[in-house]
């Protein structure tokens, strides 16, 4: 053996310690960014699903049995010009989701604590605690049931951007529902009498609750995957959600000398604020696509008309909820009002017309 | 103070137990009876609804837990630039790393896509809220990933490379071996793909020496960063490793299953075999500068790794349950590493194609040989005078490695199977799928294309499994092109327009850097497109005369 190479002459490998070609090239350049500069969000993000139409060399490796690749536009019914436009409003990546969940459970937390160490479940009104129990405990299943509809969607979308997007959504319904089952479970450690079984019965069984399970499994069966989002953040959200959680829980609970319960669900709408507007951001996309924009439009109607009608149908069904409080104070069809002039309000922002499904 | 009169335990208030709490939130899940869910992904496995009983966590301690996770993973990375850890890293090293952090962050998000599959057939709620906090983890590594990446660009003394890097993983053909993989977790039968294929064997086996011998081999070379996020992955892993484990336990049981289970072992195993063994032997033997004689090699590794932590406490005691094991194929992946020097081999494939890469490879010196001969015996004989070739061509102005016909090297037949090229020579076969040639670097490779990833299996019908599709052989893309005009369709040119970003050594000097000019006027030819246009008789002639190998020439 020989001597066959002298060491080379550079002494520090850190940037800016030799000028050559490319040694100032400390961005990444393959894509368009949205905004003037590239958000961090956007260099984590875009490109890492490839596409054969960007950089794809040898095209797809595997297929289904029937051929179609790993990924295919295929998978809804809703097409793009361009799916790579796309970029979520909430900037999303990995630290700033786990702050935010983060952030949120221990937020939960605190109040749960707090909550409990003052003695305030205590001091919850009697009917009240069985309206918690009752329908609170069945609506955290819709919460999961949209969990794991999204969590089923986020396998499908043609870029990165859509797919993360929908798994964050994802991350934040299963969290809620989970949020919802451990804030019952553990008031009903200062409660007599609370029985943490009964909101699945009521899911299961209750009529008030038939039409929202319906609704629900209506989206979880769902097979395009931009259905299940936009029936989950278009129309469930807002109609039987948002209703419930809003219209229902957090106006009633200071009335029945309940302060908890409103932080705990509070978060919930934080939560769909940012769902929601990643959600617009994309319909609104697809509905000014040059191309498809039109067809687009026609079929965010169609399924406005089949998640409108059920959601709508549910929200109906829940009505008795609204008496049971012992003091009332927010009416169901005021409630119900708000709810509907929220959907058109976002139908408007994407631009499609909500009317057929509910103006009647 | 004694502990009894803590202020922690004056105010304790009595909680949920965290057995309560999982069981609570297991059963947040119902059957429903309005709409059925489509079984959008098939799966010819019968899956037995038994819940079984993974790890206990709820979102609630998951997330603080991830959270903090990430703070020592960020504030690590703020210190490792507060002291100034690029002055001391060794460029070998971070080079590769153009090419490792192209690959990964896909396959970690399709590990993430590919819990919406095991989701949707997952035995019990307990269970599906398992693949859920997968999901998040997965989603958490492939951005982590991202952000190292990005981290190396603005800090590391040559950037190029990293700033081209999601179009460099589709265009390359190194980074398509790393997709085979992400694309193998989301694509056909789902418990082949997310089960099998993902956990029980990428997982369950190989994320060891991906996530613990890189970050080693890393520190060894001043890269204290590569560590920290990446041991913060691993420690996402023993999760996933116990999903996986007891959705096998809800399939094993059944012995309609185990023609299945066999089958996706045997076709599991091999190509996390050919795939990580290639990509992460090369990065950990021919990417580091140590050659201290303590430390363990690559074979060593995978030794007590892959073959006595895994073949011999994880896949062994299956055969309890009456699954058979390929014990044989376990020897010949070792023999492949030990007695057929796969991971040199790959090494010096690279290194031959160094003009389409992405990266930076300089040659191998002294220090590095003797490190070699004394953990390879014989290393030396076989090796030597190619990498003292590939250091005489590294110069600006040689004809490339890749066209030097003075070497003796004989460019390589790509396997259609694990896309590494067919490079222990006598390994090589071939044969015809649906009436056309394919060539494959093994025998367990022929067998994983044509038996394997086929319509019926041993008579059975297995209408879920995927089938191999695209343009397998990336030579064939490029087939009668001129090298430049090839490397300037990869995008692997420099801002200038004419400097290579690939170099054959470590030199940061333009006077010293190829460009389109050095390397015009050679002819990329596929392997498979002139072996397939033989007649029967010549292709097997050429396959006897390929099985024979090449000498290097000696060099003076
Ligand atoms: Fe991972
Ligand atoms: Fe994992
Ligand atoms: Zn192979």
Redesign the pocket.
């Known amino acids: 053996m020989s001597a066959t190479q002298q060491p080379p002459e550079q002494k520090s490998g850190a940037a800016g310690s030799a000028q050559f070609s490319g040694s100032d090239s400390r961005k990444f350049n393959y894509f368009e960014p949205k905004g003037r500069k590239a958000s961090h969000y956007e260099d984590m993000t875009v490109d890492v699903q490839p596409d054969p139409k960007r950089y794809l060399l040898q095209d797809w490796i595997i297929s289904f049995a029937d051929g179609t690749p790993t990924y295919d536009e295929s998978w809804t019914k809703a097409q793009s010009s361009n799916w790579h436009q796309f970029r979520a409003v909430d900037q999303e990546w990995e630290r700033t989701h786990y702050q935010r969940q983060s952030t949120i459970v221990g937020m939960i937390t605190n109040v749960i604590e707090n909550g409990r160490r003052a003695g305030a479940p205590k001091r919850f009104d009697k009917a009240w605690v069985k309206v918690l129990s009752d329908h609170l405990g069945a609506y955290k299943h819709a919460e999961f049931g949209l969990g794991t509809a999204t969590m089923q969607a986020q396998r499908y979308g043609y870029t990165q951007m859509i797919n993360n997007a929908i798994l964050t959504n994802s991350s934040y319904k299963l969290r809620f529902s989970q949020d919802v089952t451990l804030y019952l479970g553990e008031i009903a450690l200062d409660i007599e009498g609370i029985d943490l079984d009964a909101g699945k019965t009521h899911w299961l069984e209750d009529p008030i609750w038939q039409g929202t399970r319906h609704a629900i499994e209506a989206i979880m069966g769902a097979s395009d995957f931009l259905e299940q989002y936009f029936a989950t953040n278009i129309v469930f959200e807002p109609l039987v959600g948002e209703l419930f959680r809003s219209g229902f829980i957090m106006q009633m609970a200071a009335s029945q000398n309940d302060f908890m319960t409103p932080s705990v669900v509070s978060a919930a709408e934080g939560d769909y604020e940012r769902n929601l507007a990643n959600a617009v951001e994309l319909f609104s996309m697809l509905a000014l696509d040059q191309k498809f924009g039109e067809q687009n439009r026609k079929l965010f109607v169609s399924w406005m008309d089949k998640h409108g009608a059920l959601a709508v149908q549910a929200a109906h069904q829940m009505q008795p909820i609204w008496s049971l409080p012992r003091v009332k104070v927010a009416q169901f069809a005021d409630a119900l009002e708000l709810a509907k002039n929220r959907v058109r309000a976002i139908a408007a922002e994407i631009g499609f017309d909500a009317r057929s499904t509910l103006d009647h | 103070m004694p502990d009894s009169l803590t202020l922690n335990k004056i105010t304790a208030q009595r909680g949920m137990s965290i057995s309560e709490a999982t069981r609570r939130v297991a059963d947040l899940g119902w059957t429903p009876s309005y709409v059925q869910e489509a079984m959008t992904f098939p799966t010819d496995y019968k899956i037995k609804k038994t819940p079984r009983d993974p790890m206990k966590q709820v979102l609630r301690s998951y997330f603080p837990m991830q959270e903090e996770k990430d703070n020592r993973v960020y504030g690590a990375l703020d210190a490792a630039l507060r002291g100034d850890m690029f002055r001391n890293v060794q460029p070998r090293w971070v080079e590769w790393m153009k090419l490792f952090l192209a690959i990964i962050p896909f396959p970690e998000i399709s590990a993430a896509r590919s819990m919406a599959m095991v989701g949707r057939l997952a035995p019990g709620e307990e269970l599906r809220t398992g693949f859920a906090m997968q999901m998040v983890d997965e989603f958490r590594h492939s951005t982590i990933q991202m952000n190292l990446k990005k981290w190396y660009m603005e800090n590391y003394i040559d950037p190029a490379g990293f700033d081209i890097t999601e179009a460099a993983f589709g265009k390359c053909y190194a980074s398509t071996i790393g997709r085979q993989f992400a694309e193998g977790f989301v694509t056909g039968d789902a418990i082949t793909a997310a089960n099998v294929y993902l956990t029980v064997v990428a997982e369950t086996a190989f994320t060891n020496t991906l996530f613990v011998a890189m970050p080693s081999e890393a520190a060894r070379n001043g890269d204290y960063a590569l560590p920290t996020v990446f041991l913060s992955v691993q420690s996402d892993e023993s999760r996933h490793v116990g999903n996986g484990h007891s959705l096998l336990m809800s399939l094993i049981n059944d012995p309609d299953n185990h023609l299945l289970l066999e089958r996706d072992l045997k076709y599991a195993f091999w190509q996390n075999h ?1 795939i990580v063994d290639a990509a992460i032997g090369t990065f950990v033997e021919y990417g580091t500068t140590d050659r201290d004689k303590n430390k363990e090699s690559y074979a060593e590794l995978w030794h007590r790794w892959i073959y006595e932590d895994y073949y011999r406490t994880y896949m062994l005691p299956l055969e309890k349950y009456g699954i058979k094991i390929h014990h044989d194929d376990v020897a010949a992946a070792w023999d492949r590493i030990v007695k057929s020097n796969y991971v040199h081999l790959t090494a010096q494939f690279f290194s031959v194609g160094w003009p389409v890469n992405f990266w930076r490879i300089e040659a191998q010196t002294e220090k590095d040989f003797e490190w070699f001969e004394h953990k390879y015996p014989g290393w030396y004989a076989q090796f030597g005078n190619y990498w003292k070739w590939y250091e005489k061509l590294s110069h600006k102005g040689e004809t490339n490695v890749l066209f030097n016909a003075d070497t003796g090297y004989v460019y390589p037949h790509r ?1 259609w ?2 896309m ?1 090229p067919c490079l222990i020579r006598a390994d090589f076969t071939y044969d015809t799928v649906e009436g056309k040639v394919y060539t ?3 025998e367990q ?1 022929r067998w994983t294309h044509k038996v394997a990833f086929a319509a019926e299996y041993e008579g059975r019908a297995t209408p879920a499994m995927g089938r191999f599709s695209g343009r397998r052989e990336w030579e064939e893309c490029y087939h009668g092109w001129d090298l430049a005009d090839a490397i300037t369709d990869l995008g692997f040119v420099r801002p200038d327009g004419k400097t290579l970003v690939p170099q054959p050594h470590l030199h940061f000097d333009d006077s010293k850097m190829w460009t389109l000019d050095d390397v015009r006027g050679h002819t990329l030819g596929s392997p498979l497109t002139n072996f397939r246009a033989l007649t029967p008789e010549q292709r097997e002639a050429a396959a006897i005369e390929y099985r024979k190998g090449f000498t290097i020439n000696p060099i003076h």
């Open positions: 050919a396997c199977s694990c590494v494959y670097c093994s490779c």
